[in-house]
């Protein structure tokens, strides 16, 4: 019985997201306090989506840490395996607020120490979906954590799931990044990426074909690229590709999460059973739903009524 829809493994920290608009940190004078991390924020939109996730990070024995705790059980999200460790602080990223991709410092520390103590076969037994990062992948002992668990998930019939959030300060090489996602890919997971993650990753612009062709190339089903304003392309194996536009805003307030919730919307519908162009639109509408907000998406709206 699939009593856990998502289980969320990766980075949970708190961003201090730029007060300034459009400006680099350099220029960044005032800084307002939200949680982050890409797992942490899927897990917090599927609870508020009425689904059952579990989010599995590690945070420091601070004042940070039960600030974690205290936001994610506020929206439903199950903390039980959250670890809390004395020996190092909760992970902090300071972010500049912007329309486009965000320039960012990281200063990690608690998150990357994630442990297969934490991710139990009885909870993937349980579970639909396992969903990591990048991020989550760049750094030991997080890395080997999550491809170990990552296989076992893969082998009891857990649909996996990786958000390519490839950033090359937070890895050795490039060269050990194109590894070890492609390690990841050959369980076949739903693949999230976007033309910055791509430019970044491959180090050079490819075509879109071509970006496709190496994630089906190394086992891959399914790969949807977001386009920012162009909306997004989706390919699956051996069948045509879809494009669909994004929604327009009049107004981008700040586009920290935006990947994040729209890759939410994405596999909340695909839990749901939806067809693919359904879960694309979905995804699509809250990401423009997040993109109208700082920070997180606003607790002073139910989400799931503006989706439907």
């Given at each position: ?43 917090m ?25 205290h ?9 039980d ?21 965000p ?51 893969f ?38 990426i ?32 977001t ?82």
């Amino acid at each position: 019985m699939n009593t856990i829809d998502i289980i969320s493994v990766g980075e949970v920290l708190i961003d201090f997201i730029g007060h300034q608009q459009g400006v680099q940190i350099n220029n960044t004078r005032d800084y307002h306090r939200y949680l982050g991390g890409s797992p942490a924020n899927v897990a917090m939109n599927m609870a508020r989506l009425g689904l059952k996730p579990v989010l599995v990070a590690t945070v420091g024995d601070d004042g940070f840490g039960e600030y974690v705790f205290h936001r994610l059980s506020q929206v439903g999200v199950n903390t039980d395996y959250i670890k809390k460790i004395i020996d190092k602080p909760t992970s902090v990223i300071f972010v500049s607020r912007t329309d486009g991709t965000p320039d960012f410092i990281p200063f990690r520390k608690a998150d990357c120490c994630i442990y297969e103590d934490q991710i139990t076969t009885e909870l993937l037994k349980k579970t639909k979906i396992f969903h990591t990062t990048c991020f989550a992948l760049s750094k030991e002992p997080a890395q080997s954590t999550i491809l170990k668990k990552a296989k076992e998930a893969f082998e009891l019939g857990c649909k996996l799931s990786l958000d390519v959030n490839y950033a090359k300060k937070l890895w050795k090489s490039q060269e050990d990044a194109v590894n070890i996602v492609k390690a990841y890919c050959q369980y076949d997971p739903l693949i999230k990426i976007s033309e910055d993650d791509m430019l970044r990753f491959f180090e050079k612009k490819l075509p879109h074909e071509d970006i496709f062709d190496f994630f089906h190339g190394n086992g891959v089903e399914t790969i949807c690229l977001t386009l920012g304003s162009s909306g997004v392309k989706l390919s699956q194996k051996g069948k045509e590709i879809i494009q669909l536009p994004a929604i327009k805003i009049e107004n981008v307030m700040d586009a920290t999460g935006a990947g994040d919730a729209f890759w939410s919307g994405f596999l909340y519908a695909y839990i749901k059973e939806k067809p693919i162009e359904d879960c694309l639109e979905v995804a699509l509408k809250l990401a423009a739903l997040k993109l109208q907000n700082v920070g997180r998406l606003p607790d002073n709206i139910d989400v799931l009524s503006e989706l439907l």
